[in-house]
Each structure stands twice: as structure tokens, then as C-alpha cells.
């Protein structure tokens, strides 16, 4: 893997690093906003004390620590490919442009040494999974690889408590910032009670180095809800979600590609608030997660 000279140099010295995912560039926002989204969370994190590291695999390489150019590529480039972790051996071989979901952002950040990842939301068990067994390759990863992951809850999109039940299955502490209700990425009020409720950065970071040396291997979640100012009316999202389900439905949708279409659909039933509020909830998940890996470096 190529990792960048000022994430290496930020590693070997113990300085907070803050891993970033490329699927949310190249399949979770519209161009050009992706691009801008991806340049201003990286902002975030350098302002709040951590450096960052987007990760995307260019011609069969990943890359730690993309470069603007790079970043800007991703956002514009036509047939990137969505890369979880069935998919990395076959990106590596044909030496293909791959964006990397949390499961893969995960993989790789844990091999690069990087403990803290930001992102969106991460995926999880899709309404209907009983049936179609559409459970995201994000909740294994999570089950396994030491990565800590900052989103904003679970989406709206999936079904909350059958995701829930599998992290608790696959032995994930889900820690709910500031909250007792898990935060359900466009809103606040899932109406689910969390039992772990943490409420500073360097709680978190306490539980992260607790667990690393009691040798407890997987991932943690961190649940950071949207702020209220930037959440969106429930019922409206509610109905955008509902109607980009059944669209979904209709047009035979399946696999990897759900997630993208549910998320680019939303986006068009509400007008583009939903992208607004995306877009908010990465950049304050982008906070939180740098002050927990700076508070990292420094237990
Ligand atoms: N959440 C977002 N935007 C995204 C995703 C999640 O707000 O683009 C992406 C992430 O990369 C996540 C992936 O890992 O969707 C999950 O896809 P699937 O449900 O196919 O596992
Ligand atoms: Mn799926």
C-alpha cells in the first residue's frame, strides 16, 4: 500500500490520524458536492488536531492518504468500482480503481496502523433482511477488525433494530454520544434507548485503550447524532425513504447497488435536503472523530 509521507511521518510519532472512506466520494454524493465534502471534512479534521487519511485504491494500489487531485478524480470518474472486502482481491489483480466502503476502509486502516474512522453511516441490515438477507459486509467488519468507525448512527434506510441485534451478535460496543436515542442519520430520535451513553471525546478514547489491551479484537461504533439545527423534519424524510424503498422495489434493484440508488433517490424526492444534511452530519462526525484520536495519542 502507498501510505502518504505526512500520515506516515503522523504515525510513527504517535499524532492523531483519522482514516476516511472513498465510497461516500464516488457513490454516496453527487458531483461536484462529493468532491467539496470530501475536501471540507479533511479541513474539519486538521482544525480539530488530527490529520487525514482518505483511502481509495488507484490502479490495483491502495492509497493512505489520497492527495486533492486524487480526491477530485474519484468524485468525477465514471465505472469506479464499490470495493468491500469480497471484492479487494479482485481490484488488486486487475489493477482497478476501487472506492472503498467502511468495511474495506476498515481493512486497510487497520493494516496502515490508523485506529479512527469517520464517516457517514455505516451500512447495516436492510429492512426486509429476514427475507433477502441484504445485511451489510459492514457489520462482519465491524465484528473483527480493530477500527473505531464515528457516523451518525445507522440510516434511516435500513431496519435499526434487526442492526443493532446483529452488532450486539457480533459483539460491537455501539457507543451513543450525548444521547440515550440512537441517532438515525437524518434525524435524532430513532425512539431507540441506548444503554451507552458517552459524553466527551476522551471517554471514548479511555474505552478504545481498554479494549486494546485487554486484547478484545473487532470494531467499536460510535453513534454521533446529526446536530438539531441541521436534522430534517421526520416526516418528510420519512416519506422520501418510504418512496425510494418501493421505487427500489419496482425497478429490480439489488446488491451493492441499494444503497446507492436508495441514497441518490432521496436526495431528488427531498430536493436536495437530504444531500445538505448528509453533508452536515459527516462534517460533525469529522470533529468528533479527530478529537478522539487526538485524545488517543495522548493516554
Ligand atoms: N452511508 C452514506 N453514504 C454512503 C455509504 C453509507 O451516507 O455512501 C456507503 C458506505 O461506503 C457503506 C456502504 O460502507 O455505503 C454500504 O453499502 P452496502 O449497504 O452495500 O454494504
Ligand atoms: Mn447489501
Request: aromatic share 4%; hydrophobic share 40%; glycine share 8%.
Amino acid at each position: 500500500m502507498k501510505v502518504n509521507k505526512e500520515v506516515l511521518e503522523a504515525l510513527k510519532n504517535n499524532k492523531p490520524v483519522v482514516a476516511l472512506e472513498s465510497t461516500i466520494i464516488s457513490h454516496g454524493m453527487p458531483y461536484p458536492k462529493n468532491v467539496q465534502t470530501a475536501l471540507l471534512v479533511e479541513k474539519t479534521i486538521r482544525e480539530n488536531g488530527a490529520i487525514p487519511a482518505t483511502i481509495g485504491i488507484i490502479d490495483g494500489e491502495p492509497i493512505i492518504g489520497m492527495s486533492p487531485e486524487e480526491i477530485e478524480e474519484f468524485g468525477k470518474r465514471k465505472g469506479i468500482r464499490k470495493v468491500s472486502r469480497r471484492d479487494l482481491p479482485i481490484v488488486y489483480a486487475n489493477k482497478l480503481w476501487g472506492a472503498t466502503t467502511v468495511a474495506a476502509t476498515m481493512i486497510l486502516a487497520a493494516q496502515a496502523g490508523i485506529e479512527i474512522f469517520v464517516t457517514g453511516g455505516v451500512g447495516g441490515a436492510h429492512r426486509g433482511a429476514q427475507e433477502t438477507f441484504d445485511i451489510s459486509a459492514d457489520l462482519e467488519e465491524l465484528g473483527k477488525t480493530n477500527v473505531t468507525v464515528v457516523s451518525a448512527g445507522v440510516k434511516a434506510i435500513l431496519d435499526l433494530n434487526l442492526t443493532l441485534e446483529i452488532l450486539e451478535t457480533k459483539g460491537v460496543p455501539v457507543l451513543s454520544y450525548q444521547s440515550d436515542e440512537f441517532a438515525d442519520f437524518y434525524t435524532r430520535h430513532s425512539g431507540i434507548k441506548m444503554e451507552n451513553v458517552v459524553n466527551s471525546p476522551k471517554e471514548i478514547a479511555q474505552i478504545i485503550k481498554a479494549k486494546r489491551e485487554n486484547h478484545l479484537d473487532g470494531g467499536m461504533l460510535v453513534a454521533n447524532p446529526i446536530p438539531e439545527e441541521d436534522a430534517m423534519d421526520v416526516d418528510v424524510i420519512n416519506g422520501a425513504i418510504e418512496k425510494a424503498l418501493k421505487m427500489a422495489d419496482e425497478a429490480g434493484v439489488k446488491g451493492k447497488d441499494v444503497t446507492p440508488f436508495l441514497l441518490k433517490t432521496i436526495v431528488e424526492l427531498t430536493g436536495g435536503d437530504s444531500l445538505e444534511s448528509n453533508i452536515k452530519l459527516v462534517l460533525n462526525n469529522a470533529k468528533l472523530g479527530a478529537k478522539i484520536a487526538k485524545e488517543l495519542t495522548q493516554l
